[in-house]
């Protein structure tokens, strides 16, 4: 079972709309969770980081997580065409930090 | 959010050439720094984890003796591709991890065999 799961996509929607990514994660003790955004070509940069249970907003982003669930998510509102790439999302599953695990990203799409 | 550099961005080389890539963290220090390789419209694959003073702990399937790294200091990794052949052309990106544990990335390394 891979440590971190999500939805491979293409996931597409219109401009302005509410974009909704997906991940779970397997260790149940998972203490830190983050979102990358990677362009094509391009390295992942960090969005979000969340560490505890419930919604941390930032700007258009929310994260939401729920560890009961083992699920965090991520929505875009007023999405827009800049925002069509892929989403990686990642998990520490220990609070020294020397593990990191990805998923392999949902590919998203907003269509003017 | 904290700065990774990567260096070089971009290199070409000849089959059976030795390429280094540095990787530094600018305004942090890192203890942990990973490696990774994309393949076009891949996901990341990890290589190798990197601790400041100690040896790398290398995925399985990744050759150490090939793939060589070095985290010399709190702020430098460095990844040698031994003898590379066309095969190990690919994108290598390198993260670094700071006391929040959140994983910053270099620019990436685009790597061209010939």
């Known amino acids: 079972q891979k440590e971190v799961e999500q939805n491979s996509g293409p996931l597409s929607v219109p401009e302005g709309a509410i974009a909704s990514l997906n991940c779970t994660y397997s260790?149940?003790?998972?203490?830190?969770f983050f979102w990358y955004r990677q362009y094509s070509g391009k390295s992942p940069e960090l969005i979000m980081s969340?560490?505890?249970?419930g919604d941390k907003e930032d700007g258009r982003f929310t994260a939401q997580l729920n560890k009961a669930s083992q699920y965090v998510s991520l929505l875009i509102r007023d999405s827009q065409p800049s925002d069509s790439a892929t989403y990686l999302c990642?998990?520490?599953?220990?609070?020294?930090?020397?593990?990191?695990?990805f998923g392999t990203g949902t590919s998203l799409t907003v269509i003017p | 959010g904290a700065v990774v550099s990567q260096h070089p961005s971009r290199v070409i080389c000849k089959s059976g050439t030795s390429v280094k890539i540095e990787c530094r963290s600018l305004?942090?220090?890192?203890?942990?720094m990973f490696w990774y390789r994309q393949f076009p419209k891949q996901s990341l694959m990890l290589m190798a984890t990197?601790?400041?003073?100690?040896?790398?702990?290398?995925e399985q399937g990744v050759e150490k003796d090939k793939f060589l790294i070095n985290h010399a200091s709190l702020t430098l990794s460095t990844l040698t591709v031994t003898s590379a052949h066309p095969e190990d052309s690919s994108f290598y990106i390198c993260?670094?991890?700071?006391?929040?544990?959140?994983?910053?990335f270099g620019q990436g390394t685009r790597l061209t065999v010939v």
């Open positions: 993260s670094a991890l700071n006391r929040a544990t959140e994983a910053f």
């Open positions: 260790d149940r003790v998972s203490q830190s």
């Open positions: 969340i560490y505890s249970n």
């Open positions: 990642a998990v520490n599953p220990d609070s020294f930090g020397n593990q990191f695990y």
């Open positions: 305004d942090f220090q890192a203890t942990t």
């Open positions: 990197s601790n400041e003073g100690s040896k790398a702990t290398y």
